[in-house]
């Protein structure tokens, strides 16, 4: 038996379990507040969208996205980009022989891809590997990593988290950098030459300055301690699987050795889809008088140690110049473009209706 | 806790002061609870279970708890946390306000169970606390305090054995009502005297009516044989109710604790839904089919998609052990299970908060409306279910009582006939009160005032402290009674020299015309009852004449007199009820002493009945009042309440029906309905009464040919296929329908023989085809019947009942919408309603301006939150495509999590609290307005269907232009990349400014809060971000939004692919207004707001001729009548 009253409430003549807003005793002046709040009259900026304020409003987008439109796509069509496949799909390609090459094959199969550039890469030209049909979106592989071990934190460098499985231990001893991400990094290495007069000139091809900067100098860390003897800090963990080498071991440069290779941090910036591009390497311009990258004879050497041709993936190499946009992307203008000339052209077309209707009914609109 | 239904048969005995009266008798103690008052739910040591139980019932609760469970067991794409953390909070917020809620009452009870109480034991006043006082305990009540518990009345400091008691917090009427000790006990007024008293109580076991008790006392004094006495609700004092003007009284407890009459006339009332809620509910079940075809579909699109092995286990990518070695049948479980938990932000837990936070918080604007206070009851609107408060913006039916509703019950007595001679005060001569027309003989007058001056139950009350029902006789005396009829009756004799000076000791003092005071002695009072019709007092004057005068309703009155001095009087009542007047005809006899007698001992009988009280004194009622002489009639004016026509006027044009329902009689009732323009001159009436169909043997014939007569006028009026709209009937000739009591039961309750049994339906079809109804000669029930009947019919529209009297509680709980009127019949009315206002004219406010607000805005609420969510989880589902139906989640936890809580919430709340699409005075000076919410306009599945739409292209161009700008994820001026986060993190951008500028076009009322939830909100979003972002955070497993946010703001082209998806987002709607807008302007009918028909113009004395015209309204709203005025 709930019985639902209170008696204090009763006493002062409210209702029982209801939600009586008044306060105060039957006795008490009740009189609502004469607040604007409470009467409900604000003031208040009351907006009304009329044709008058709407039409001369599309043509003002209208005028403004189309040149920014413009702008963009002019921008994105003088970016230079080359891209070559040299996944070796297809039998007459130089590295069709690396095919169906694996993980540990030694030596490495190489392979060398000659191209022609038509236009000179005037600024300074970035060099990306691109590949297609590879899931690093996947929720299995995304998940797979322990921050707060690339973070440097000691504990998790010799335990790492249980989300690595099943790229958490070998044989027992934990793995540095642990999970598939890491396990599948990139490893095929790019060396661009230039021919001239037939002799292949390499082009010094940085790689630093490739990823964020806060990835680099905050987010991954190595374990602290000697930053000198690398080694030592990966004692009592294991490289991982797929590694032909610890981590310790991807570059000779400390700065850029350990958790914080910057090949690396790119590769654990897991890609939104399934096919991308991720920064290799750059190439800098090294005067003003003469383009980065002239136009003419290039070869592209490449030790093939990646294999995607198990999944049907695609692997590119992506030459570009960037802009202050980016890379080069045509959606945005001519998405701009678009909506700014439909803009322009509905406010021709209501400017026309609301004329032609507003003239008709001034003279036809009287009420019976 | 005790009283159970079953206990409520039988009587109880109690023994006065537990002292057992004889040996003999074997007295069986029977089990009382005690007198402790439990309105709390919860004790500390239940209150979690319970609590978390009676949430969890709540089934969308419960559907967030499944989904977070799956989420504990499953391994799935969000943590639990994304979704544990919302229903957390929600019901932590829930069990915070109901354990608050029930502290104040645990400290109420507290406040009443531990507060002093005195109770006689062995002679001694001893000082217990209230919860201890057991049934029979002897307990002294002193002025001003409230009584502990139901108490028989024994003994009173005051000589007569009387005392006064106000009942305000029981049924909210002020005014003192006399209560009488036991005849034989009100002399033991002393500690010791009360404690020699022996005596058994027997009544009946608890029941709720505060108005009926029937007992009986035995009082055993030594060796005589017990001498019993009635009891009857005049002996008994309700827990509640406070002791006035006595000093002190001795009573002892027959119901304690919960079985006291006011403890159970507090069980819960039902629950009322509102239409609202049903459309939640169905938006709800598409939802939910949606997030199930969802789940569905990227389940079923996994395995097609992993049956090529190297999509299902890639080198790069392998699969844990425990997963390798899951059953497949499982693992499609869980895929699904995971899917669901992903996508099941679609079904918002945070909207449930803030409808129910809008819906609280907005029924204060209600309580704060300064219109609606009424600077003489010093009292505004009160809100007692905020449930409701937008089914006041979907009326369509109206029931409204009249007395005191429509009219303002405050009588005024306009004249008498006396021997159908008119007697009237007359307005032009103020000097000369009294104008004759023609004169009956002087005896006859007088006798005729004597009766009014004596019929009564008016008391006298010296002191200003009482704020009931006052008329100011000399000084600071004022009559008080329950009905404001006899004031008015006992003020109207006093014009004609006659005033009634109280009474004494059973003697009623009247000051005649010659300024004597003549003394009656006052030996019975027959009280009115709503079947008789009429009170009666038997009085015996000085010479020791004995006289029964009468008064009541002409139709009661007439059968029970000589019939043939019933003409004259008869067309005057008949003249008078035509003008509005309430009438009542007044009767005498004089008896011989032997015809007292037996009259004494009949009713002293009928009192003494324990069983069917009420049944033998209306039956013994019925025999005495007979044979008895008319002297005369009186008329008295019911006033109109102010602007209630206008209010009608209103409420008619905004498309409701009217329907008055009213215990009056049909003339009154009518004219009423005329004054207040409910009928209007061109309004064809229909008649369905007594008067029509006759009292005949063919009655049910005659009904029969009288409802196929209407209902066949009706159809050819009303073609059929009139488009559809229910409130089409606007455009024809008006017609009204009148119907009473009597008639109304045949149809609902046709007897076995009858031919057709389907009158009910005709009778139906007639009433909906009728602008207005006037239902009179109601009883209460049969109001409830009515508003049921038509509740029920095709398309269940919604009613909403108003009324302020006790009789009009019925049909208050039975509509859908219940509206007191804080009148002066007393409290039963707003205590039991949903909303109470103080006057029937604040009720246009509350409709149109209070009711069409609400209704807009939780429409737009409750859309906008089931787009909001579409919108936000499309991406989600359509980036399944591209990860491999992973489950991967687009968005950062915390994303999910904030985003409904934080990002988006308040800048809706404040919209759905603050918006005025239409101003307050435009809502309510433009009733034809309202027709455009009419039947759930809003909720309809076309603008939720629109909306769908919307949301679900926002979700594709959020989605698909991240994508075409991800094509190329080096978006920097630096050449690096973006990641997954990024991505998410855009389309999250996009989304979050989008719907809350997409709320930004829809508000039209912009204050300042608006400004700044809707500004405050997103720079919180991005101020938030960058927090997010900007802090490796310690304990978290994953940094993944490090610095995400940052540097997709450095991207300009990010910036650009931003302002344009919000803008191609957004354009649909701009275009949509613009075409609005556009073609409004082209069918420009300048649209003039209806003018109405002032009531207060007329009374002016302008005369108008009112011409209907219709006019073709262009827009789809459907044809409106427009009224226009010329002025003749």
Known sequence: MAVNYSAKEDADGHPSGGLGATGGGAAKTRKPDNTAFKQQRLPAWQPILTAGTVLPAFFVIGLVFIPIGIGIFVTSNNIREYEIDYTGIEPTSPCNKCLNVSWNSTPSCTCTINFTLDHPFESNVFMYYGLSNFYQNHRRYVKSRDDSQLNGDNGSLLNPSKECEPYRTSEDKPIAPCGAIANSMFNDTLVLYRIDNETRVPIHLNKKGIAWWTDKNVKFRNPSGDANNLTALFQGTTKPVNWPKPVYMLDSDPDNNGFINEDFIVWMRTAALPTFRKLYRLIERKNNLQPTLEAGQYSLDITYNYPVHSFDGRKRMILSTISWMGGKNPFLGIAYITVGSICFFLGVVLLIIHHRFGNRNTSADIPN | ?1128
């Open chain 2, 1 to 1128: 806790m005790c009283a159970g239904e079953e206990k409520r048969v039988g009587t109880r005995t109690v023994l006065a002061g537990h002292r057992p009266v004889s040996e003999t008798d074997a007295y069986v103690a029977q089990k009382f609870c005690d007198n402790r008052i439990v309105s709390s739910k919860y004790t500390v040591w239940n209150f979690l279970p319970k609590n978390l139980f009676e949430q969890f019932r709540r089934i969308a609760n419960f559907y967030f708890l499944i989904i977070f469970l799956v989420q504990v067991i499953v391994d799935t794409p969000t943590s639990p946390v994304t979704s544990g953390l919302p229903l957390f909070f929600v019901i932590t917020v829930t069990a915070i306000k109901q354990g608050y809620e029930d502290w104040l009452r645990h400290r109420a009870d507290n406040e009443v169970n531990k507060s002093n109480v005195f109770v006689i034991e062995n002679a001694k006043q001893v000082r217990k606390e209230s919860e201890k006082i057991k049934v029979g305990d002897i307990v002294e009540v002193k002025a001003d305090e409230t009584f502990p518990c139901d108490l028989i009345f024994l003994a009173s400091s005051s000589p007569d054995g009387t005392c006064y008691v106000t009942t305000a917090s029981l049924d909210g009427e002020s005014n003192f009502k006399t209560h009488y000790a036991v005849r034989d006990t009100m002399v033991l007024c002393t500690h010791e005297a009360i404690d020699s008293l022996a005596a058994t109580i027997e009544c009946e076991q608890p029941q709720p009516d505060l108005y009926k008790f029937v007992g009986r006392i035995n009082i055993y004094t030594s060796n005589q044989e017990p001498i019993a006495r009635s009891l009857g609700p005049e002996n008994l004092l309700l827990k509640g109710s406070t002791l006035k003007n006595t000093k002190k009284i001795y009573g002892v407890a027959v119901y304690t604790g919960m079985e006291t009459k006011m403890a159970l006339n507090y069980q819960g009332k039902s629950q009322k839904r509102s239409a609202v809620e049903k459309s939640i509910n169905a938006f709800l079940v598409v939802y939910l089919c949606m997030l199930l075809s969802k789940a569905t579909v990227c389940t079923t699109m996994k395995y097609v998609w992993q049956s090529n092995p190297f999509n299902d286990e890639p080198w790069y990518n392998e699969k844990t052990k425990k997963e390798k070695e899951a059953f497949k049948v499982l693992r499609m479980f869980t895929d699904f299970l995971s899917f669901m938990v992903l996508f099941n932000f679609i079904i918002p837990v945070s909207m449930y908060v803030t409808v129910e936070m809008q819906k609280f918080l907005g029924s204060f604007f209600i309580s704060w409306d300064k219109e609606m206070y009424d600077e003489e009851i010093k009292e505004g609107a009160l809100v007692n279910t905020s449930d409701l408060n937008e089914e006041l913006g979907q009326v369509e039916y109206v029931f409204t009582d009249k007395t005191g509703t429509l009219t303002e019950n405050s009588m005024e007595f306009i004249e008498c006939c006396i021997d159908g001679h008119k007697y009237k005060e007359s307005i032009s001569e103020v000097d000369g009160p009294l104008k004759y027309y023609g004169k009956a003989e002087k005896c006859r007058e007088e006798l005729f005032l004597r009766a009014l001056c004596l019929c009564h139950t008016v008391q006298i009350k010296e002191g200003d402290q009482v704020d009931g029902l006052i008329g100011h006789l000399e000084h600071r005396a004022t009559y008080i009674s329950s009905s404001p009829d006899e004031i008015a009756l006992v003020k109207g004799a006093k014009k004609y020299g006659f005033s009634f000076l109280g009474l004494e000791n059973d003697y009623m003092k009247v000051k005649n015309q010659n300024n004597e005071t003549e003394r009656y002695q006052l030996l019975h009072i027959l009280n009115f009852d709503p079947v008789r019709r009429r009170m009666s007092v038997i009085v015996r004057t000085i010479t020791g004449k004995l006289f029964l005068f009468c008064k009541g309703a002409d139709s009661s009155i007439f059968p029970k007199v000589q019939q043939d001095e019933i003409q004259q009087t008869k067309a005057h009542v008949d003249r008078n009820a035509m003008d509005g007047y309430r009438t009542l005809c007044v009767a005498f006899k004089e008896l011989s002493q032997a015809e007292y007698d037996q009259i004494d001992k009949q009713i002293c009988e009928a009192k003494m009945a324990l069983q069917d009280r009420e049944e033998k004194m209306a039956k013994v009622f019925e025999d005495i009042e007979a044979n008895m002489h008319l002297i005369g009639a009186t008329a008295v004016e019911d006033k109109l309440q102010e602007q209630a026509a206008e209010t009608i006027e209103a409420l008619h044009a905004a498309g409701m029906k009217v329907w008055v329902l009213t215990g009056d009689k049909m003339e009154t009732a009518k004219s009423t309905c005329y004054a207040c323009r409910l009928f209007q001159t061109n309004t064809e009436l229909l008649e369905l009464t007594t008067k029509t169909v006759g009292h005949s043997e063919r009655k049910e014939d005659r009904l029969h040919e009288l409802l196929m007569e209407y209902r066949k006028r009706l159809l050819q009026d009303f073609p059929k296929n009139r488009g559809g709209r229910k409130r089409s009937w606007m455009l024809n000739q008006e017609y009204g329908l009148i119907i009473d009591g009597s008639t109304l039961s045949l149809i609902l309750n046709p007897s076995q023989d009858s031919s057709s049994s389907n009158y009910k339906t005709i009778f139906l079809q007639i009433c909906l085809k009728c602008t207005a109804v006037l239902c009179c000669r109601m009883a209460p029930l049969q109001k409830a019947q009515i508003v049921r009947m038509v509740k029920s019919t095709k398309g269940s529209p919604i009613t909403l009942s108003i009324g302020d009297g006790a009789n009009d509680v019925s049909m208050i709980l039975e509509a859908h919408v219940g509206i007191g009127i804080k009148g002066k019949e007393g409290r039963q009315a707003s205590r039991n309603s949903d909303y109470a206002v103080p006057k029937f004219k604040h009720l246009r406010k509350l409709l149109l301006a209070h009711g069409h607000l609400y209704y807009v805005r939780i429409a737009h609420l409750v859309q906008y939150f089931f787009y909001k969510n579409l919108c936000f989880i499309l991406p989600q589902f359509l980036y399944q495509f591209f990860c491999g139906f992973s489950q991967q989640p687009l968005y950062d936890a915390a994303y999910l999590t904030m985003y409904n809580i934080c990002f988006t919430s308040l800048p809706i709340l404040a919209y759905s609290l603050l918006e005025q699409h239409i101003n307050i005075e435009t809502l309510t000076s433009d009733p034809q307005l309202y027709m455009k919410i009419s039947d759930n306009a809003m909720l309809q599945w076309k603008p939720f269907l629109y909306w769908t739409f919307l949301g679900a292209f926002e979700g594709l161009v959020f989605f698909f232009g991240v994508y075409y700008l991800f094509q190329n994820s080096s978006l920097e001026d630096n050449g690096k990349v973006f990641g997954n986060w990024t991505f998410g993190t855009i389309v999250f951008t996009i989304l979050v400014f989008t719907v809350t500028l997409k709320l930004a076009l829809d508000t039209r009322f912009w204050t300042w809060m608006n400004h700044f939830v809707i500004w405050g909100s997103l720079a919180f979003y991005v101020f938030f971000s960058f927090f997010w972002g900007g802090i490796i955070w310690p304990f978290l497993k994953q940094q993944r939004m490090y610095f995400v946010f940052a540097h997709m703001v450095t991207s300009l082209s990010t910036w650009l692919a931003i302002i344009l998806l919000i803008f191609i987002s957004l354009f649909p709607e701009i275009l949509l207004i613009v075409f609005k807008n556009v073609r409004r302007k082209a069918q420009n009918a300048p649209f003039d707001p209806p003018m109405l028909l002032s009531y207060k113009r007329m009374e002016n004395g302008c005369i108008f001729k009112w011409k209907p015209q219709e006019v073709i309204n262009l827009t789809e709203r459907g044809p409106l009548r427009i009224l226009q005025m010329q002025r003749c």
